[in-house]
Structures are given as C-alpha cells and as structure tokens.
C-alpha cells in the first residue's frame, strides 16, 4: 500500500522571511533567476524550499510529452514532438528535481537508450535531470560542493534556457527553463563566482537567537512529526491563500509599469554597490516588478526597488580581500531614503509566528 508522504506545510515556517520572501518573489516572476540559500546546518533551508515548491501553480503539459512542453507554444526541436496546435495535454504539478552533488553528467544531461541502441540499433534519446526541471524547480542541495563540471552543464543551461546532448555523432537538443534553487553552508567552501552571479537572489539564513522563536520551532516540528495529516490540514488554508496570490500576482506582472525614475533608481543603487556586469540591475527590475505584483500594486515603488535590492546585490558586490565590511542595509537606507522594505510574503513581521488556531502549537 501506497503511504501519503506530507510535506512540512510553507506557512508553518518560523524565523526565515527573507527566505519566504525571495521564493515567494521567484515563484511570482520565474525569470529573476532562483535562489541561492546560504546558511548553517540545521536551518531548515532545505525543509523551506521543498515546501515552497509544492505550492506552485500547476503546469498544463502536452501529453505523452518526456519533455513538459506547453500546448500553447510547444518547443519546435522538443524531441518527442513536433506537437500539433491543440494537441491533447493535462494539468500537472510542478516539479522539484533534485541534482545530486556526486551525479555523473549523463543523469544531468541525458543520454541514449542503451538497450534500445543494441537490441534495436536505433538512437533513443533518454532525457535527464535538465528535461525532468524544465518548467519547474531544480534544487541542488551543497551547490557549493558540486562538481566543476556540472557547473558548467548548470551554467550554460541557465544561460540559454536549453540543453544541448551529443553523444555518439547523435545531436539532441531541448528547452530547459527552470527555477535554480541552491542551498550550501558556507563553512564547506564558497562558491564559483560564475555560478554565484546566475543566482538571482541570494539569502543568508542564522538559526534565531530569540528563545520563544526557537521554541516555537521545535513546538511546530514536533506537531508535524506526530501527527503529519493533522498539521499540514491546520495550515492548509493559508498555504493555498498563498498559492492563489502567487497566481493571481503572476498574471500582474505584465501590466506592472516600471517609470523611467524607477529605472534611474535601480541604476544608481546597483552602481553604489560596484557590481560587475548588467546582470544585477535586470535582477533588480525583474524582482521590484514582481515584488509590486505581490502587494497588488501597478507601479514600482522605492519599497519595491529596496525589498529587490537587498535580495539581489549584497552577493554580487564586489569586495577586496581587506576591504571592512559595511552593511548592505545602511548603503540602501542612505540612497533610497530609508524606506523600510517588505519584513516576508505574508506581511507579518513576526515571519508566521502566530498558528492558526491553539491546537497547531
């Protein structure tokens, strides 16, 4: 007998706002380009992420399709297809594949069928872990230990939004847009700067220092533990009230306008942080834009361009080794007039604290 797996519900995390926020804001506008999440062990990084992902709005797929095309504007060198305009598709969830550190390249990229190839002397594309994320999220958990080149497959992915295989004088190639989501503890080395800066937003993550935050931690987990089906049903109503903002933020996003002093705005906080490169003000743009979309706004405003840049740059700036470190907080205060940006996804400075009723604690 199949047993129902329950997954820690994203409304009953306590004590990691910025986190929520910068999930919430890729889930909003898929092209911010992911998260990276860097913290100690034991803070609930990977528990967050998985929560998150199994929240996202469904994907309509084409069916029979190994490779999630849209039926409304499927992939001409899919290849399984070409798919017929209205070819039959269902609705399914989105995705959340997991990229082992120690995967060799063919499980990332693909590979041929072997069986196919000797018994059948055909070449049968066998698709990968690249195909497997395409509309949806692929999560590398210790992305700093990742191999250097599946950082190479990972960069060039994430940069052409395909995936190209030869094997065997066979070329196959296919779309691969995802959501990269990356998690790492720092004390187990950094990361390459290459793969660091295609990361749209980064996240540092501590444990809370506060003893009734922490209590309250192990209070919720303690709850899921021993009774899975009761917990997540106690929050399954604020999960799916975020489910339908993030959709509704979604279909938003194209009417929010972004003024050319807004612009101007981003432009000159993103060259006070001496980032390298374009890539962080198009961040910047792309996160004030869905971060407007969340709270229902059709302008961006300086809470916005604040809210994205402190998710955006703090971990594209560039730093001499003997530089002394200045907070990223205070520089966004002095050049956008100390707005206060947005505390996390619910609007609740405590970060979800309060259960939603006195049986979930």
Same mark, same amino acid.
Request: charged fraction near 25%.
């Given at each position: 007998?199949?047993?129902?797996?329950?997954?820690?519900?994203?409304?009953?995390?306590?004590?990691?706002?910025?986190?929520?926020?910068?999930?919430?804001?890729?889930?909003?506008?898929?092209?911010?380009?992911?998260?990276?999440?860097?913290?100690?062990?034991?803070?609930?990084?990977?528990?967050?992420?998985?929560?998150?992902?199994?929240?996202?709005?469904?994907?309509?797929?084409?069916?029979?399709?190994?490779?999630?095309?849209?039926?409304?504007?499927?992939?001409?060198?899919?290849?399984?297809?070409?798919?017929?305009?209205?070819?039959?598709?269902?609705?399914?969830?989105?995705?959340?594949?997991?990229?082992?550190?120690?995967?060799?390249?063919?499980?990332?990229?693909?590979?041929?069928?072997?069986?196919?190839?000797?018994?059948?002397?055909?070449?049968?594309?066998?698709?990968?872990?690249?195909?497997?994320?395409?509309?949806?999220?692929?999560?590398?958990?210790?992305?700093?230990?990742?191999?250097?080149?599946?950082?190479?497959?990972?960069?060039?992915?994430?940069?052409?939004?395909?995936?190209?295989?030869?094997?065997?004088?066979?070329?196959?190639?296919?779309?691969?847009?995802?959501?990269?989501?990356?998690?790492?503890?720092?004390?187990?080395?950094?990361?390459?700067?290459?793969?660091?800066?295609?990361?749209?937003?980064?996240?540092?993550?501590?444990?809370?220092?506060?003893?009734?935050?922490?209590?309250?931690?192990?209070?919720?987990?303690?709850?899921?533990?021993?009774?899975?089906?009761?917990? @997540? $049903? +106690?929050? %399954?109503?604020?999960? /799916?009230? =975020?489910?339908? *903002?993030?959709?509704?933020? &979604? #279909?938003?996003?194209?009417?929010?306008?972004?003024?050319?002093?807004?612009?101007?705005?981003?432009?000159?906080?993103?060259?006070?942080?001496?980032?390298?490169?374009?890539?962080?003000?198009?961040? @910047? $743009? +792309?996160? %004030?834009?869905?971060? /407007?979309? =969340?709270?229902? *706004?059709?302008?961006?405003? &300086? #809470?916005?361009?604040?809210?994205?840049?402190?998710?955006?740059?703090?971990?594209?700036?560039?730093?001499?080794?003997?530089?002394?470190?200045?907070?990223?907080?205070?520089?966004?205060?002095?050049?956008?007039?100390?707005?206060?940006?947005?505390?996390?996804?619910?609007?609740?400075?405590?970060?979800?604290?309060?259960?939603?009723?006195?049986?979930?604690?």
């Amino acid at each position: 007998m199949e047993v129902e797996v329950h997954v820690y519900p994203f409304g009953a995390v306590v004590g990691s706002d910025d986190l929520a926020l910068a999930l919430t804001l890729c889930a909003v506008s898929p092209t911010i380009g992911g998260v990276l999440v860097r913290g100690e062990k034991g803070t609930a990084k990977s528990t967050t992420v998985r929560a998150h992902a199994a929240l996202l709005p469904p994907v309509t797929v084409v069916d029979g399709c190994r490779f999630s095309c849209d039926p409304d504007a499927p992939d001409q060198s899919c290849p399984d297809g070409p798919h017929p305009p209205g070819a039959a598709s269902h609705v399914r969830p989105v995705r959340l594949v997991e990229l082992p550190v120690g995967a060799a390249e063919d499980r990332v990229t693909g590979a041929l069928h072997l069986g196919k190839a000797l018994a059948d002397r055909t070449a049968e594309y066998e698709p990968g872990l690249l195909a497997l994320a395409h509309r949806g999220v692929l999560y590398v958990d210790e992305v700093n230990l990742l191999h250097d080149h599946l950082v190479d497959l990972l960069l060039d992915a994430a940069a052409m939004g395909r995936s190209t295989v030869e094997r065997d004088g066979v070329s196959v190639e296919h779309a691969s847009r995802f959501v990269l989501v990356g998690t790492m503890n720092p004390e187990e080395g950094e990361l390459r700067p290459q793969l660091l800066d295609r990361f749209g937003l980064a996240v540092d993550v501590t444990a809370p220092r506060d003893p009734h935050m922490r209590a309250e931690i192990v209070r919720r987990r303690m709850a899921f533990d021993a009774d899975p089906a009761g917990f @997540t $049903a +106690r929050w %399954a109503d604020r999960d /799916a009230e =975020w489910s339908r *903002r993030v959709a509704s933020a &979604r #279909e938003l996003v194209p009417q929010v306008a972004l003024s050319d002093d807004a612009l101007v705005s981003i432009a000159e906080v993103c060259a006070a942080f001496d980032v390298d490169g374009m890539r962080a003000d198009l961040v @910047t $743009a +792309r996160t %004030a834009i869905a971060h /407007a979309a =969340w709270h229902d *706004r059709l302008e961006v405003t &300086r #809470e916005d361009i604040a809210a994205a840049a402190r998710l955006a740059l703090p971990h594209r700036r560039r730093r001499n080794p003997f530089d002394a470190p200045t907070s990223s907080d205070d520089l966004l205060d002095e050049l956008l007039g100390g707005d206060d940006p947005d505390p996390g996804p619910d609007d609740d400075p405590g970060g979800g604290e309060s259960a939603p009723d006195d049986s979930a604690a």
